[in-house]
């Protein structure tokens, strides 16, 4: 038996009745039966065959066409190329290619022959990048589909809205069973969801089956409620509350399913959005007929639905664990879905489903890169109007401290592949990340705490040592400190504005110094540097005119610590270190954000005015800081003086303190309260220097 023949089945119980809709065109079982008979001729027989083509109506029809010959066909994915498939071709010994235009020929001397009782196949890589061929039996899966009709009501009356091509399992498995259950299916070429509206009324559809990033932007394009929507399907471990919720509010009548599987070992478990509410981290109860066990923190899976000669129990290449009670799911990551950071493993995936069970991010990935100085550091990529801080906070509460990201980028969207997974490559490029691969370690078991049992490695510009002491782990990390040429260049550049500064030296009346613009510049290093490297800038400074170099304001060098000036200099590396360290706390608190896109500004208002709100308090604190460290500067100026006429000049009349204060501190204050507005000012352009 194979799915022609099921498909001929169908054909001959209700002919008329409407099996595929494509592009708005209907074709009914006998139309898509008839096409199957006439494409079928062409095709050579009893072959492994591959089929490519863009159009998910044509790659129905010749998988169908083909299993008449008694082919076994494989669906490829869209985008490869004709050469690297005649490259796969020749490796796997497969003759023939099925496109729209063509039947391809390779003329290959050795052929692989139809291995017996399968009636399909298809092509993955593995975790090993070669190309590798899984092949199916024809009850694998549809002893299955009554299962899926039970459970999500995909019988005789359901009609069911997909997109994408069926090359991806997920999409062709949810095809055949619409096909077993003699229902009508909707698929179009390209995903319009701004059409679903009037989709969903005219074709009465009361099924829909999209990968998760898909689901989200139905929901946010559907304009109005419909209610004849009953089951809402999607082929992932990862859905957003804020989707589950988008869903809700268009499909009030709706029950959403999300299952787990894979495409060797199929349908494996499957949750509601209810208990997903309830147990965000879980992938759900195991299907009937499916038995999953753990054994040190790895899972292995038992079926009667898995592809062929795949021996059972198999192990799922998952870590995870089940829940004692309620036998439901949790899946704590892939084993190369893993990052190695410092000896430590961490699961991105884990890390993930944390971020989307976050009310109010819709969409997140979470991935490894090098910075700028060569170490391995872990980032997230995050849809979402909350402030920085807020995720940091709640992902402080459910993660240890090394499983947080070291930088979250806020985007518009993220990047999915067709099979809903999130395309990190691409993602890498949008947010300017150069794409590396993440380092795996082999057999990992992941311990109690976190750590990894007996097993440590090397990161690329540091060494995370093990070690034993007294039955307690101590762990080492050991980094090389270098400077780069950019940061060597940044300091060049505002050490040379220090200077240029300085020798913009006005007269002030009542003053026996003059006005000069360091202390903008000053403020200026604090806002744009961390304290480290904003000390360094300053102290550089401060170390040239010490040696003699005449940088200093009138062109001075040395001997202005034995002058009138002496407090302002003493004044410039604590003002900034405490400046530059107030603004890593409000940064910390508050982070700046870059203005958000056109469909963020449609997101509900409270959500909107909770920002203004805070981007209030954020501007209050920064003229505070901005505050301080201009008092702080002219206090110790004046200090400076004071104590500068006591030794010198004893008899002086600014001897004291408060007549100091007249001299070096209130005529700057209408200047100094300039300056402090125009570095409030370009806050936000300097400040994008400290995430550099």
Known sequence: MNYYELLEQKYKIHPEKPFVIHDGITYTYRAIFERCDNVGNFYPQNQIVFIHSENPLFQLISFLAAQQKDNVPILLHTPMPQSLIQEIAAELNINYLITEKDVINFGFTQISECPANVCMGFLTSGTTGNAKIFYRSYASWVDFFPTLESLFNINFNATLLSQGSFSFTGNLNIALSVLYAGATLIND??????????????????????????????????????????????GSQLLSLSTITALKSVMPHSAIHLYYGSSELSYLTYIDAESLLEKPFSVGKTFPGITIFENNGELYVDTLYHADKISMPCPLQDYGHLVDGDNHLILEGRKDNSVNMKGIKINAAHIERILLSIEGV??????????????????????SLLEESQIRKLLEEKLLRWEIPSVIHFCDSIPHNNSGKPDYTMLKTQIGIPNTENAHVENYIPSKKGFPEGKTSLATGSAFLCQQHSGKRKFLWHKKKTISTKAIAQIGVFVALLIVGAFT????????????????????????????????????????????????????????????????????IPATFLMSTMISLLEKKYPTRRKSSAWLQDSPSSALLHNKKQGHTKTLLLCLIVTFFTGFVLIMGSLGYMFFTRFFYPNAWSSTFTQALFIMAIPFLPVEAIKAAAAILLYKSLVVFRNQ
Do not use: C, W
């Not at 819709?362 to 991935?367: G, I, L, M, P, T």
């Not at 800038?537 to 002496?566: C, H, K, N, Q």
């Open 362 to 383: 819709a969409d997140a990935a979470v991935f490894d890169y090098f910075d700028n100085k060569n170490n391995l550091k872990l980032a997230a990529a995050v849809v």
């Open 505 to 572: 030296a006005f007269p002030i009346p009542f003053s026996v110094v003059s006005l000069t613009l360091q202390t903008l510049v000053l403020m200026a290093i604090a806002i744009a540097f961390k304290p480290k490297m904003a000390v360094l800038i300053v102290t550089i400074y401060i170390a040239m005119g010490s040696i003699g170099l005449p940088i200093f304001s009138r062109f001075r060098s040395f001997d202005i610590f034995v002058s009138e000036s002496v407090g302002f200099i003493v004044s410039f």
């Open 189 to 234: 070429t390209l995903f319009d969801p701004k059409s679903y509206d009037d989709y969903i009324d005219r074709f009465n559809i009361t099924h829909l089956y999209f990968v998760p990033a898909k689901l989200q932007v139905v929901a946010s394009a559907l304009k109005k409620q419909h209610t004849g929507i009953k089951q809402v399907l999607s």
